[in-house]
């Protein structure tokens, strides 16, 4: 069994070692432990830090490309490496890696595809009132759209097995955390939660500026994924809004018209009930396209699932 664990870096000179320092030398159960470090291209001595370290893999990129490339390379380099299990931890030695054989014992005893490292948002310190709101709102939305029950969806202390890392396809340039929750939910695996206790911050976030952007980012991704992964429930919902709002004055029209005998009047009602009525059409030939474009992703998906297994030489 081997537990190959990457470490995402973008200039994490100064907390680079501290990570390295607490990544269990030893895991009953594993055999053997590699660390893969993904440098976004670092402008600090990262790189220098994990050779002198001992660090075994090193995956530069010549220029930053953001944590969700960032991943995603690292992810098939994982893979590439031959890792059974893979875990994710971050360069800013945020999350407590002693934790890593707690991490991933739910795939080891063949319990889960998938663990995730709850770090109880409710209960940091450091996070504001407006920050926890925002957290349990997203996670909550994440929880509806992906139809999970993960009380942290963004937490970035993870581990997959080597069948969920080759199953996940993310495209996103942010949020690959929640992005790949939904995938993983849609691709039937089982999601394990452990809850951690994150260390004291060393730093900033420089992921997110904000709680604004954050959100902003985070339901951007949500929304595409339901149009990705759910196009008739939006198209057949924003459809049907869309028929009762236009049937409205189309009735209203209709109504007087019959009624009063004046032809000629009240076609405003009729003007704006056909513009909504079009509208409502519109989108629900919308959702008819994006279902078939979902038909095809999911084969193209499959058919990608059987690359991999040949190109990572596993089979599922
Ligand atoms: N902010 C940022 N972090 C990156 C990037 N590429 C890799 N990383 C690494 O991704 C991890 C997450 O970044 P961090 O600033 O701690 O954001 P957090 O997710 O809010 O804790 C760290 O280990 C970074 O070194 C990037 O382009 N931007
Ligand atoms: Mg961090």
């Known amino acids: 069994m081997k537990l190959v664990i990457m470490i995402p870096c973008l200039n994490e000179e100064p907390t680079l070692p501290l990570v390295l320092k607490t990544i269990p030398k030893k895991i ?6 590699e660390i893969l470090v993904v440098d976004d291209g670092s402008t600090d001595k990262t790189v220098e830090v994990a050779q002198k370290l001992g660090v075994k893999h090193i ?13 995603r390379h690292g992810l098939n380099q994982a893979l590439e490496l031959g890792a059974d299990i893979i875990v994710l931890t971050e360069g800013d030695n945020q999350y407590p890696q002693e934790r ?5 014992q739910p795939i080891l005893s063949g319990k889960a595809d998938v663990v995730i490292g709850d770090r109880q948002t409710q209960t940091i310190e450091h996070f504001s009132p407006t920050k926890k709101f925002l957290q349990k709102f997203g996670t909550w939305v994440l929880n509806v759209a992906a139809s999970t029950n993960v009380p942290d969806a963004i937490s970035g202390f993870r581990a997959y097995s080597r069948k969920a890392a080759m199953q996940l396809n993310p495209v996103a340039d942010y949020s690959w955390a929640t992005e790949t929750t939904i995938q993983a939910s849609h691709k039937r695996q089982a999601i394990a939660i452990i809850p951690i206790t994150t260390n004291p911050k060393l730093r900033e976030s420089r992921q997110f500026k904000s709680s ?5 980012r985070s339901s951007i991704t949500i929304v595409r994924a339901f149009i990705m992964y759910r196009p008739y429930t939006v198209f057949l919902s924003l459809g049907s809004l869309l ?3 236009g049937a409205t004055p189309f009735v209203r029209y209709l109504i007087l018209a019959l009624t009063h005998n004046h032809p000629g009047q009240h076609l405003q009602s009729l003007i704006v009930g056909a513009v909504v009525l079009v509208a409502s059409f519109i989108a629900f ?6 279902d078939l474009i979902r038909i095809n992703r999911s084969l193209i998906e499959d058919t990608l699932e059987l690359v991999k297994q040949d190109y990572f030489n596993t089979k599922l």
């Open 285 to 290: 030939t919308l959702g008819i396209i994006a």
């Open 28 to 33: 009953s159960g594993i055999d053997s432990i």
């Open 100 to 104: 890593i054989p707690d991490l991933i």
């Open 212 to 216: 604004w952007q954050h959100t902003r």
């Open 59 to 71: 995956l530069s990129h010549t220029k930053n490309q953001g944590l969700s490339r960032s991943f």
């Open 243 to 245: 028929l009762i709002i």
